[in-house]
T-cell receptor
Framework: DAGITQSPRHKVTETGTPVTLRCHQTENHRYMYWYRQDPGHGLRLIHYSYGVKDTDKGEVSDGYSVSRSKTEDFLLTLESATSSQTSVYFC??????????????FGEGSRLTVL | KQEVTQIPAALSVPEGENLVLNCSFTDSAIYNLQWFRQDPGKGLTSLLLIQSSQREQTSGRLNASLDKSSGRSTLYIAASQPGDSATYLCAVRPDGGATNKLIFGTGTLLAIQP
């Protein structure tokens, strides 16, 4: 299994509070991603990173920010959580070399509930 | 805009049967296609990755095919087992991008009856 750890795995918070989810990898992959998974929508890309301090927006980036100060860590922050951000958040890492170029590996997910 | 569709949304078959899951995409300009398995409450497990230049990939009882021109991929599962019960997702990486941004289908929920 790819070495990806997400924390926290479960969190309940109130509307308007800040929340930070952490993704830690031990694979030294260049690319890291944050997705959210919601019933009827599948997985949608929030933000991604292509290197330390290099990040870009995905299709559902409003209300989220990210940071990547080290290769192994990718943080997702909800500055002021809203009920619409209740979801399961998945971190993924991507290989960039060899026959498996482009293959993504996912973490176990972080379930966030915003009351 | 690339869209990925998986039909059926749910499938139930008796143990031992061979089965096919379908994935279609609207834009044939893809870099690769990946099949995943997701168990309830768990993350996604990569099953097979097919690069755009390939027609199929095999891993054990699983075989995935890719027909770019028609915008279709199939996942064939031979001799199904109850442990194969899960949601199966396909995802495409559009061509021309420098990163591995995937576009997902909404999955097929598979139940294998003992």
């Amino acid at each position: 299994d790819a070495g990806i750890t997400q924390s926290p795995r479960h969190k309940v918070t109130e509307t308007g509070t800040p929340v930070t989810l952490r993704c830690h990898q031990t694979e030294n992959h260049r690319y890291m991603y944050w997705y959210r998974q919601d019933p009827g929508h599948g997985l949608r890309l929030i933000h991604y990173s292509y290197g330390v301090k290099d990040t870009d927006k995905g299709e559902v980036s409003d209300g989220y920010s990210v940071s990547r100060s080290k290769t192994e860590d990718f943080l997702l922050t909800l500055e002021s959580a809203t009920s619409s951000q209740t979801s399961v958040y998945f971190c993924a890492i991507g290989s960039s070399a060899g026959a498996n170029t482009g293959e993504l590996f996912f973490g176990e997910g972080s379930r966030l509930t915003v009351l | 805009k690339q869209e990925v569709t998986q039909i059926p949304a749910a499938l139930s078959v008796p143990e031992g049967e061979n089965l096919v899951l379908n994935c279609s995409f609207t834009d044939s300009a893809i870099y690769n296609l990946q099949w995943f398995r997701q168990d309830p409450g768990k993350g996604l497990t990569s099953l097979l990755l097919i690069q755009s230049s390939q027609r199929e990939q095999t891993s054990g009882r699983l075989n995935a095919s890719l027909d770019k021109s028609s915008g279709r991929s199939t996942l064939y599962i031979a001799a199904s087992q109850p442990g194969d019960s899960a949601t199966y997702l396909c995802a495409v990486r559009p061509d021309g991008g420098a990163t591995n941004k995937l576009i997902f289908g909404t999955g097929t929920l598979l139940a294998i009856q003992p």
